[in-house]
């Protein structure tokens, strides 16, 4: 539960640690960030073994988190109806960076048949290097267009919510698994878990990948 809470909500460790000690239970806070950083990853590895499938449009654009002061590059994509693609962390913005995420994407979601992106010359070069792989019929279209990128930024915000009380992470690892944790529990309010119901709770849903 603590961990759930964690990553569902803009809480800090200390505020977790006192909703805690109100129920009855002491944990200090250290200890609630060890939990998110063991059980963040293990509970995504399960959560994508049942993962819906998405659309084969996405829309894909980077953000920014800050890890010990300096600013990280977060690459998220949705589809056209906002399910999420995939995301990964990286310490720098070019086209090695895009290309990476390309790849991950395309191996947990399948070859998309158009991706919308913003105008960086990095993620056009990087998905020109995946297209010149692939067969003329599998070739992905590649757009340029502002307004339906809106869903992918508007995403962010999410994300950005429950991060930005942490006020930066310590470390490239404990950003990358505490980030996995907080863009499970986000698929799993957008119903992207083939075991969820309409009757299932996301909580029920969350507790239910630990079980």
Known sequence: MAVRWYFAYALSYRDIEELLKERGVEIDHATVNR???????????????????????????????????????????????????????????????????????????????KVTIDKSGSNIAALDLINKKLAPEKKITVRQIKYLNNIVEQDHRFIKKITKPMKGFKSFNSARATLAGIELHHMLRKRQHIAGTECTTVWDQFYGLAA
Not at 39 to 59: C, D, E, I
Request: proline share 3%; net charge positive.
């Open 35 to 113: 939990w998110v950083i063991e059980f963040g990853p293990q509970l995504s590895a399960v959560f994508k073994k049942r993962k819906a499938a998405v659309n084969g449009s996405w829309r894909m654009d980077e953000t920014y988190i800050k890890i010990k002061g300096k600013w990280y590059y977060l690459y998220r994509a949705v589809d056209k109806h906002g399910g999420t693609i995939d995301f990964l962390l990286c310490k720098h913005r070019d086209t090695s960076a895009a290309y990476r995420f390309f790849k991950k994407a395309i191996r947990s979601s399948g070859l998309p048949e």
